[in-house]
């Protein structure tokens, strides 16, 4: 379909442009709600996809500028509530610190937890997961071991983050 005798798509040549100008002020936006610049980059690549998969109907908004804050913000609110119950278990059981014999029976039921969650992953979700938190590859590291660009790492890394709170959310409701 042509509007104005222009395709009602975005081009992605004009759909850089716009996530140029705009992703400085969603990472801003992400970065307040979040204060975690890993998981604001997460965010801010979540909406840009979102956006992306939208861009035939952007123009049908009077701002797609609100429209990716809207999106960054809530995006932002759903990563605070799964970070809180596993990015936090995760990188605590990672820590090593010398612990008393009762922080390591807590600690040994929640690695009991995180692997029974992560079990329930697929394959490419479990390695990404442990490639990030338990052998701290940074994003482009893992990129270049998967032939893959540091934004699609973000972006599966968002996921698979996400699956994971899901599932622990799912595990902890069940057991009470």
Request: proline share 1%.
């Given at each position: ?9 975005m ?44 861009r ?45 014999p ?12 995180i692997?029974r ?5 697929p ?45 622990f ?8």
């Open positions: 379909m042509c509007h104005n005798g222009k395709s009602q798509f081009h992605r040549i004009e759909f850089e442009k716009f996530v140029v100008s705009i992703r400085p002020t969603l990472l801003a936006r992400a970065f307040s709600v979040v204060g975690d610049s890993d998981t604001a980059e997460d965010v801010v690549q979540d909406c840009l996809f979102k956006l992306w998969t939208m035939g109907s952007l123009d049908e908004y009077n701002s797609p500028e609100a429209l990716a804050l809207t999106i960054t913000h809530r995006l932002s609110l759903n990563a605070i509530r799964g970070r809180n119950s596993t990015v936090g278990l995760i990188d605590e059981l990672i820590s090593g610190a010398e612990d008393s009762e922080q390591e029976v807590i600690r040994s039921e929640k690695e009991h937890e692997n969650v992560m079990a329930m992953l394959d490419a979700q479990q390695a990404l997961i442990t490639m990030r938190h338990v052998e701290g590859l940074s994003n482009a590291e893992i990129a270049q071991l998967v032939g893959s660009s540091e934004g699609a790492v973000r972006t599966a890394l968002s996921r698979a983050r996400n699956r994971v709170a899901e599932i959310m799912k595990y902890q409701l069940s057991n009470k």
